[in-house]
């Protein structure tokens, strides 16, 4: 089935750790992107990446990082610099930039700080 | 900047109920509008969409209508059911903005039977 496949699911990392959460499609989408999502609150935009071996920061870059070396893979590192880490972590994909075509969401990947 | 304006929440509402959920925005643009729903500890699923002014979306009963003149897109449902029971999120989408989604904060739907 096609899809995004997001792992791992849950994630403890302890201070001062970087850590990797891993996004995979085989929708053959160019666009790809990372949402944060606090509880109880919208989601915000950290990363995004409109074609492989290219990507743009959003809203909270800070404290993390992305490549794009492939397309169908968009990882995203957290890093010892980002303060408050723990969140629900959505990867999403989309054919391409045309506003109306939709963008598909994973399962998420839980991150706690311990 | 874009932004969405979604009513605060939580909404709790009896089975078989009218539901109106209420989504605003503001954009440079002409966006695409979409409405999300997510249950607990999953992901987003796209529940409906539109893509230009009077565009009126439907999926699973659920509806909403692209109004241009007050910069809306609510969301509605004539008889709700407790499997409705998610938190909805009104987005845009507007490829001068990097062609991201941009969200409201939610409304935690609860539906009692």
């Known amino acids: 089935d096609g899809g995004i496949t997001q792992s791992p699911k849950y994630l403890f990392r302890k201070e001062g750790q970087n850590v990797t959460l891993s996004c995979e499609q085989n929708?053959?989408?160019?666009?790809m992107y990372w949402y944060r999502q606090d509880p109880g609150q919208g989601l915000r935009l950290i990363y995004y990446?409109?074609?492989?071996?290219?990507?743009q920061k959003g809203d909270i870059a800070e404290g993390y990082s992305v490549s794009r070396e492939k397309k169908e893979s968009f990882p995203l590192t957290v890093t010892s610099a980002q303060k408050n880490p723990t969140a629900f972590y959505l990867c999403?994909?989309?054919?391409?930039?045309?506003?109306?075509?939709?963008?598909?969401f994973g399962e998420g990947s839980w991150l706690t700080v311990v | 900047g874009d932004s969405v304006t979604q009513m605060e929440g939580p909404v709790t509402l009896s089975e078989e109920a009218f539901l109106t959920i209420n989504c605003t925005y503001t954009?440079?643009?002409?966006?695409?509008l979409f409405w999300y729903v997510q249950y607990p500890g999953e992901g987003l699923q796209l529940l409906l969409k539109?893509?230009?002014?009077?565009d009126k979306g439907s999926n699973k009963g659920f509806e909403a209508t692209y109004r241009k003149e007050t910069t809306s897109f609510h969301l509605e449902k004539g008889s709700v059911q407790v499997s409705d029971s998610a938190v909805y999120f009104c987005?845009?989408?507007?490829?001068?903005?990097?062609?991201?989604?941009?969200f409201g904060e939610g409304t935690q739907l609860t539906v009692n039977p």
């Open positions: 929708l053959n989408h160019d666009a």
């Open positions: 990446s409109q074609i492989v071996n290219d990507f």
């Open positions: 954009a440079t643009g002409y966006p695409s």
């Open positions: 999403a994909s989309s054919t391409d930039r045309y506003s109306g075509n939709t963008i598909y």
């Open positions: 987005a845009l989408r507007i490829e001068t903005s990097g062609s991201r989604l941009t």
């Open positions: 539109a893509t230009k002014a009077d």
